[in-house]
Structure formats: C-alpha cells, structure tokens
C-alpha cells in the first residue's frame, strides 16, 4: 500500500473525528475541568497573599493561571510554610488531574483506532455519505470504558514520562538562560542577551513540539497494536524512518492551522474587549465571551483529533505493509 497523500489523510481524519463527534465533547469537559481544577489552588494561594502580604486578589489573578502562579509564588518567598502549602496543593490538584486526563485520552483513542479500522477506503475520496460515517462511527460508553480500562495503565505510564521529559526540557531552558546571562554580563555583551534568550525561547517550542508529536505517535501505537512501551518505541522508530515525509506534512499543516486560529482569537477576544467599553453593548460581552470560549475550545480538540487520526491512518498502512 502507498503512503496516502496528505489531503487524503487529513481529510479521511477529518471524516472519522467528525463521525465519533463526542470524543471531541469529552476532551474539551476533561481538558476545561482540568483547568477549572488547577485554578482553585491558585485562588487560594492569592488569597493567602492577600491575607499576609495584603496584595488585592483581583490584582494576583488578572494576568490568568500562569501569571497568577508566578505572582503567588514571588509573594510567598518570604512566608516558606505557606509556599510549601501552595506548592503541595499545585502538585495534588496537577497530578490526580493529570492522571484522569491521560486515562480518558486512552479511551478516546481506542475509539479513534476502533473507528479508523472499520472506516471504508470511500471516506478517502472525501466521500460524507451517512452509510460511510455510520461504518466509521465507533463512539460508545462501553467502547470508551474498554479502552480506559485496557490501555489506561500504559498511557498513565506514557504520561508520567511526557511530565518527566517536560520537567527536564524546562529546566534545562532556565539553566541556560541563566548561563548565557551571566556568560553575556561577564564579556559586556549584555546587549546581545535578548537575542540569545529569543534563539533559546525558539529552541525551546521546538523541543516542546517534538515531545508532543512523538508522545502522541506513541500513543496511537500502543493502542493500535496493543503492546508495551518498549515494543511500541521500536514501532515508532521504525515508522519514523520510513514515513518522516508524511508525519512532517501533517504536523506542519496542523502547525499552521493551530497558529493561524490562535492568532485570530488573539484579535477576537481584543475586539471583544473593545466592545466592553461601548454603553449598553458591552452588556452582550460575557455571553459573547462564554460563546466565543466554547467554540475555541470545540474547534481546537477537532482539529487535535483529526491530527490524530491522519496519523493513525497512515501508520495503520505502514503497519499492514510492514
């Protein structure tokens, strides 16, 4: 069989995610819950600044999470009780959060995989007839279970490494802009230190890339094959050598879907903004905001599973070849 070309497989993974639909409603709830999660000890950490620093809460949170965390965190450098309080409540929330995100990733992926099988090679010449979607339609509870309950240990594991590997990406990140800042200050090139940061800032979101697509190339092949970790890297390996063209076309195409949709939500949620300060029509912003939200959020984990599935369909043709 030959590598399908690369509008055939993202629109072949377009027409499956669209056919199990529900998948992309459970994880935008996981990822939003998620989120929601993490954002009550942040809370409570700026109220806690509040009460001893006598910060404004409003003022910690206005940034968002992140900044919010870093805020806390600066705050309560001076108070090591209550930052170890706060640090340990981050961590409880961020792993027992983090452990049900990966165990419904494992059933939604046995349900793509279980989808993509059954998909007909019609779906392939962009056929959208409903006999065609209804072969490719797999999304069920008891599907869904079955795959946590089969592939949920693995990919937790799986999972605990992509935390491993990002904990060790960031820090190498921070030691070296540290190390260049000192290097630039030592010879009097403190000039040349933005570039320097920006080039590692560059090295970094591309480390980060390449982590993301090879944890999900190894979660579709844990699940597609149904074997280890160790089995599914030699897999990998092997699929990487053969199908580089195919995997970079479609990470590159996704790459700029997901950048162009980010950039124009940037400019939809300032446009929102401006109309906040209309009297009257701002009124209309926080249903606005709310709706404009969702949709984000639903188009985002569309175009994620249809990523998804274009390269299980071409690593199920490199599988049946193999």
């Known amino acids: 069989?030959?590598?399908?070309?690369?509008?055939?497989?993202?629109?072949?993974?377009?027409?499956?995610?669209?056919?199990?639909?529900?998948?992309?409603?459970?994880?935008?709830?996981?990822?939003?819950l998620y989120k929601a999660a993490?954002?009550?000890?942040?809370?409570?950490?700026?109220?806690?600044?509040?009460?001893?620093?006598?910060?404004?809460?409003?003022?910690?949170?206005?940034?968002?999470?992140?900044?919010?965390?870093?805020?806390?965190?600066?705050?309560?450098?001076?108070?090591?009780?209550a930052l170890g309080a706060f640090a340990t409540a981050i961590a409880v929330v961020g792993f027992g959060g983090a452990v049900i995100v990966f165990l419904v990733q494992a059933g939604s992926v046995a349900v793509i995989v279980a989808g993509e099988l059954r998909a007909p090679i019609e779906l392939n010449a962009g056929s959208i007839r409903m006999d065609a979607?209804?072969?490719?339609?797999?999304?069920s509870l008891e599907g869904?279970?079955?795959?946590?309950?089969?592939?949920?240990?693995?990919?937790?594991?799986?999972?605990a490494g992509l935390v491993v590997a990002y904990a060790v990406t960031f820090a190498a990140f921070g030691v070296s802009l540290i190390a260049e800042y000192r290097v630039a200050s030592s010879v009097e090139w403190i000039s040349a230190f933005p570039l320097l940061a920006l080039l590692t800032t560059g090295a970094l979101a591309v480390v980060v890339a390449a982590i993301n697509l090879l944890y999900l190339l190894t979660q579709i092949i844990i699940v597609a094959e149904d074997c280890t970790l160790r089995v599914a890297m030699g897999h990998l390996r092997r699929f990487l050598m053969h199908?580089?063209?195919?995997?970079?076309?479609?990470?590159?195409?996704?790459?700029?879907?997901?950048?162009v949709g980010t950039a124009a939500s940037i400019l939809a949620t300032a446009g929102?903004?401006?109309?906040?300060?209309?009297?009257?029509?701002?009124?209309?912003?926080?249903?606005?905001?709310?709706?404009?939200?969702?949709?984000?959020?639903?188009?985002?984990?569309?175009?994620?599973?249809?990523?998804?599935?274009?390269?299980?369909?071409?690593?199920?043709?490199?599988?049946?070849?193999?």
């Open 133 to 139: 979607l209804r072969l490719a339609q797999a999304a």
């Open 272 to 322: 929102l903004g401006l109309i906040a300060w209309v009297p009257f029509v701002g009124l209309a912003v926080m249903p606005l905001q709310a709706a404009f939200w969702l949709a984000r959020g639903l188009v985002f984990q569309f175009i994620d599973f249809t990523a998804l599935t274009a390269y299980l369909a071409q690593y199920r043709r490199f599988a049946e070849q193999e």
């Open 1 to 32: 069989m030959s590598a399908l070309r690369l509008r055939v497989a993202l629109r072949r993974g377009a027409l499956i995610t669209a056919a199990n639909w529900p998948l992309v409603a459970v994880g935008f709830i996981a990822d939003s």
């Open 38 to 81: 993490l954002g009550v000890p942040v809370v409570g950490g700026a109220v806690m600044v509040a009460a001893l620093a006598g910060d404004d809460v409003a003022t910690l949170l206005s940034q968002g999470l992140r900044a919010g965390v870093a805020q806390v965190f600066a705050s309560l450098m001076d108070a090591p009780v």
């Open 144 to 159: 869904f279970l079955g795959g946590v309950a089969r592939f949920g240990r693995r990919l937790t594991l799986l999972g």
């Open 243 to 259: 199908d580089a063209r195919q995997v970079a076309g479609i990470f590159g195409v996704i790459l700029t879907i997901v950048v």
